[in-house]
C-alpha cells in the first residue's frame, strides 16, 4: 500500500513538474517570443 | 558618430542582483521583453547589467526585473556606474564570506558532534537536542541562504526554474526529511533515523564559498575597462575671462580653453589653440610613440602630454569624448553574446525542470529496486542530483570569456564591436586588404635620394628649398624628409610653380628645377644618368622627381606612398596563422604588382573602383572564405560591411569606429592578427568552458544519482555535490582568467 502510495506520488510529482514548467499556457512560453514553438507544437 | 550613439541612449542599463545562473539570464530578458515597448533585451551575467532597448519607462523596467525575482536598479550613467559597483561587490563578497563562514560553521559544528555523540541517528535519548538543532539550522538556512529560497519561490511562480530552484528543493528536501525524522522518528524505519541538518547547511556554505570567489576573479575581468576609466582626468586648468581656475572635468563646457603643462593628462577631447608638444596616445590607440602636436591638431581626453605646454580649445566633452566612446564600445561588446553562448542559454531553460524530473525518477528507482534503508536512499540520491546539476558554470562559460577576450582585443588597439565578430575573427580564411591608408602610410613620403655626386644632403638642401615655397603633397613629403635628416633649405628665390610639371626657381644666380621627366628634358637636360634610378623607383610604385641646376641633372627623389614598415611582418603573421591575404586598390597593375611582392602578399586586383570592392568581398565568400575586409573605414564602408568581419583601420581616434565590426585604433596591419589570435583564443577558451561545463553536468547527474552503486557501491553525498558544483563555477572563471596572460605574436617592440 506505502509502496504504491509513493510511486503513484512520485509519478503525479513528475507530471505537476511537466505541466507548471512546459505547459503551453505558462506564462514563461507566452513571453518567450523568440522560440515560441519549442515546447508545444 | 555622436548623434549616433545619442540615439542609441534610448537603452537602459539595469544593475541586477542575484542572477546567478543561465537561467535567470533568460527570465531577465523575458522579464524585459514583457515590458510594453522594450525591443530588444539583454542580460549581462559577467558584469550583472541588464540593457533594454526601446521606449519603455526605467522605473517599470526595474519592477518587471524586481517581480522575476531579482533586484535591480536604474544606472544613470553606465560610464560612472563602474565605481558604486566596485563598491557594491565589495559589500557583497563580504556578506558572503560572512554567510560562508556562519553556514560552513553550524555544518562542521554538526558533524564533529554527531561524530563525536554517536552519529547522527535520533534516538529517543537525543530527540530534543536534535529538535533545537533542526530549528537552528532552519535560522541559520534562511539568514545565510535566504536568497536562494526567495529566488527559486519568485522564479517558479513564473513558471521558471533557476539554479536557486535546484539549491532550495536540494537544501530543502534534507531539512524536512530531517525534521520529519526528529518530530515522528517511529513513522520511518529504525535503519532510517538519520538526519541531515549538516547537509543542508554545509552545501549553503559551499555555494555561497563558491559566489565570492566567482565574484572576486569577475572583477578582474572588467579590468579593460577600469584602466580605461583609470585614464580619465579628474579635473582641468580652464581658462575662462582671463583667469585659471582648476575645475572638475563634468564643468569643462565646449569652447573652453585648457592649459596643459608637460606629464599632465588631457581631460577632453578639443584643438590645439597654442603650443606645441608630443603627446602619448599610446592608451587610445597602442601606437607606442608619442605624436607631434601643433596649433590646428586634434588632442584626445586621456592621452599624456609628454614634452611642451600647451593650450587647447574643448570640442567635445564628457560622454562625447572619443575616449568615453571608446568605454562605452568596449562594455557594449563585452556584455555581447556571440552565437556560441546562445546555445548555452537555450539548454540551460530547459536544463533545471529536467534535473527535477530526473531527480524525481531517481528517487522512485532507489525506492523499488534500492537496498534498504530505501527512503534514506532515495532521499540521499535526489537531493544529490539536485545540487550536482546546477547550471551555474554553463551559464558563465561564455560570458566570462568574452568579457576577456574584448579586454584583451581593446589592449592591442582592437575594439570589437559584438561577440560575433569575436567569434568570426577566429574563423577567417582570406583577408582583403584596401591599399591606401591600409598597407601604405596614406600619404607620400620620400623613398628614395639618389645624387648624381653622391651628395645626397645637398641634394636634399636645395630640393627644400624650392619646395617650401610649394603646397603640394609631393613637395611636402620633400620638405619633411629634408627636416627629419637635418637637411637645412637653401635660400631659393624666384620661386615659380608650374601646374603639372614641377616647380622651379634661382639659386646663387642659376635657375633650378624640381619636376617630371617630361618637363625637364624638354628644357634641353639631359637625365640619362638617372635614368636606372628612375626605373628603379617606378618598378616599387613610386614617382621619380628630377632636380636640375642650369642645364645639368643633379639627381632623382623618389616619392611614394610608403609602405608601412610593419605592413609585410603583419602579412607574414596572417599567412603564419592560416589566412590568405588579398590587396584590393585603384593603382595599375605595375605599382599593385610591386606592392604584392614587396609585402607578399598572395593575389591583388588593381584598378578597382571603390564601388566593385563589395562586389569583391561577396565573391571571394562565394567561392567559400571567411573573408574580412580591412579598410580605412569611410570610403570602404560597403564592402566592411559585406564582409564577415569588417576592420575599419585608423591612425589616432578620427577613425569611423561604428562602420565595422572592429576598428584597429593603431594605423598597424598587426591590428588585424592580433585580433584572430586573440579571438581564437577566447573561442577556444569559451570551448572549454562549456566543455567543461556539460562534461561535469552530464557526468555528474548519473553519478549523483546513483549509476556507480551497483558496480561499487559508491554514493555521492550531497555535501561533496555542494563543493563539486561551487568547484565547477570557480574552475570555469579561473579558465577565463587565464585567458588575460594570452600574447599574440606581435613582435617585440610593438606595443603592448
Known amino acids: ?41 | 558618430m555622436t548623434d549616433r550613439l545619442h540615439n542609441a541612449g534610448t537603452q537602459v542599463h539595469l544593475a541586477v542582483s542575484g542572477a546567478s545562473c543561465a537561467s535567470c539570464v533568460r527570465t531577465i530578458e523575458q522579464a524585459l521583453l514583457s515590458v510594453e515597448g522594450v525591443t530588444t533585451a539583454h542580460m549581462n551575467l559577467a558584469d550583472s547589467v541588464a540593457t533594454a532597448g526601446g521606449q519603455a519607462d526605467p522605473d517599470s523596467l526595474a519592477k518587471a526585473v524586481s517581480s522575476a525575482g531579482y533586484s535591480a536598479h536604474v544606472l544613470e550613467d553606465p560610464d560612472t556606474a563602474q565605481d558604486n559597483k566596485d563598491a557594491e561587490d565589495k559589500a557583497r563578497y563580504r556578506t558572503l564570506l560572512i554567510k560562508m563562514t556562519v553556514s560552513l560553521g553550524l555544518g562542521i559544528a554538526l558533524m564533529v558532534w554527531g561524530m563525536g555523540f554517536g552519529g547522527m541517528m535520533v534516538t529517543p535519548a537525543n530527540q530534543l537536542t536534535w529538535l533545537v538543532l533542526g530549528g537552528l539550522t532552519l535560522v541559520v538556512m534562511i539568514f545565510t541562504g535566504g536568497h536562494f529560497y526567495s529566488g527559486a519561490w519568485k522564479a517558479f511562480r513564473h513558471h521558471n526554474a533557476n539554479m536557486d530552484t535546484l539549491i532550495a528543493l536540494g537544501t530543502g528536501t534534507a531539512w524536512l526529511y530531517s525534521m520529519v525524522v526528529t518530530i515522528i522518528p517511529g513513522a520511518l524505519p529504525e535503519m532510517a533515523r538519520h538526519v541531515y541538518f549538516e547537509a543542508s547547511a554545509m552545501i549553503i556554505g559551499l555555494i555561497n564559498l563558491g559566489q565570492a570567489l566567482e565574484l572576486r576573479a569577475k572583477g578582474k575581468t572588467s579590468e579593460a575597462v577600469k584602466r580605461l576609466l583609470d585614464l580619465r582626468a579628474k579635473t582641468a586648468r580652464v581658462i575662462r575671462d582671463g583667469e585659471e581656475q582648476d575645475l572638475p572635468v563634468e564643468q569643462v563646457r565646449k569652447g573652453d580653453h585648457i592649459r596643459v603643462r608637460p606629464g599632465e593628462k588631457l581631460p577632453v577631447d578639443g584643438v590645439i589653440a597654442e603650443g606645441e608638444t608630443r603627446i602619448d596616445e599610446s592608451m587610445l590607440t597602442g601606437e607606442p610613440m608619442p605624436v607631434s602636436k601643433k596649433p590646428g591638431d586634434d588632442v584626445s581626453a586621456g592621452t599624456l602630454n609628454t614634452h611642451g605646454a600647451i593650450i587647447y580649445e574643448a570640442t567635445r566633452v564628457g560622454s562625447e569624448t572619443a575616449l568615453a566612446q571608446i568605454i562605452r564600445l568596449v562594455k557594449k561588446a563585452q556584455g555581447s553574446k556571440p552565437e556560441i553562448g546562445r546555445l548555452a542559454d537555450r539548454i540551460s531553460s530547459v536544463f533545471v525542470p529536467s534535473v527535477m524530473l530526473i531527480a524525481v525518477l531517481t528517487a522512485l528507482v532507489w525506492y523499488n529496486v534500492g537496498p534498504g534503508p530505501e527512503i534514506v536512499h532515495m532521499m540521499v540520491a535526489a537531493t544529490t542530483v539536485l545540487i550536482i546539476a546546477c547550471p551555474c558554470a554553463l551559464g558563465l562559460a561564455t560570458p566570462m570569456s568574452v568579457m576577456v577576450g574584448v579586454g584583451k582585443a581593446a589592449e592591442y588597439g582592437a575594439l570589437i564591436r559584438q561577440g560575433d565578430a569575436l567569434q568570426a575573427a577566429g574563423k577567417l580564411s582570406l583577408v582583403i586588404l584596401d591599399k591606401t591608408g591600409t598597407i601604405t602610410e596614406g600619404h607620400p613620403a620620400v623613398t628614395h635620394v639618389h645624387a648624381v655626386s653622391g651628395d645626397q644632403h645637398r641634394l636634399l638642401c636645395l630640393a627644400a628649398g624650392l619646395e617650401q615655397h610649394s603646397e603640394h603633397p609631393l613637395a611636402e613629403a620633400i620638405v619633411t624628409q629634408a627636416r627629419e635628416e637635418n637637411a637645412s633649405p637653401d635660400a631659393v628665390e624666384q620661386f615659380e610653380a608650374l601646374n603639372g610639371q614641377g616647380v622651379q626657381g634661382t639659386f646663387n644666380g642659376t635657375v633650378v628645377r624640381l619636376g617630371n621627366r617630361r618637363w625637364l628634358e624638354a628644357a634641353g637636360i639631359d637625365l640619362s644618368v638617372l635614368a636606372d634610378e628612375a626605373e628603379t623607383i617606378a618598378r616599387q610604385a613610386g614617382t621619380p622627381l628630377f632636380l636640375a641646376e642650369g642645364d645639368r641633372a643633379l639627381g632623382v627623389i623618389g616619392v611614394a606612398d610608403a609602405i608601412k614598415a610593419d605592413s609585410a611582418a603583419a602579412i607574414r603573421r596572417l599567412h603564419d596563422a592560416g589566412v590568405r591575404v588579398m590587396m584590393v586598390t585603384g593603382d595599375v597593375e605595375t605599382t599593385a604588382r610591386a606592392i604584392a611582392e614587396k609585402t607578399g602578399i598572395d593575389d591583388f586586383r588593381s584598378s578597382v573602383l571603390p564601388e566593385d570592392k563589395a562586389r569583391i568581398v561577396e565573391e571571394m565568400r562565394q567561392q567559400g572564405y571567411v573573408v574580412a575586409m580591412v579598410g580605412d573605414g569611410i570610403n570602404d564602408a560597403p564592402a566592411l560591411a559585406a564582409a564577415d568581419v569588417g576592420f575599419a583601420i585608423g591612425t589616432g581616434t578620427d577613425v569611423a569606429i561604428e562602420s565595422a565590426s572592429i576598428t584597429l585604433m593603431r594605423g598597424s596591419l598587426h591590428g588585424v592578427p592580433d585580433a584572430i589570435e586573440i579571438s581564437r583564443a577566447t573561442i577556444r577558451n569559451i570551448h572549454q568552458n562549456l566543455f567543461g561545463a556539460f562534461i561535469y553536468n552530464t557526468l555528474g547527474i548519473p553519478i549523483a544519482a546513483g549509476v556507480l552503486y551497483p558496480v561499487w557501491g559508491i554514493l555521492m553525498s550531497p555535501i561533496l555535490a555542494g563543493a563539486a558544483m561551487s568547484l565547477s563555477s570557480v574552475t570555469v572563471v579561473t579558465n577565463a582568467n587565464r585567458l588575460r596572460l594570452f600574447k599574440t605574436t606581435l613582435p617585440k617592440g610593438g606595443n603592448p
Do not use: R, Y
Open chain 1, 1 to 41: 500500500m506505502t509502496s504504491l502510495m509513493v510511486n503513484f506520488g512520485g509519478l503525479v510529482l513528475m507530471a505537476a513538474i511537466v505541466a507548471w514548467f512546459w505547459w503551453p499556457g505558462s506564462s514563461k512560453n507566452q513571453a518567450d517570443n523568440s522560440e515560441p514553438s519549442q515546447h508545444h507544437h
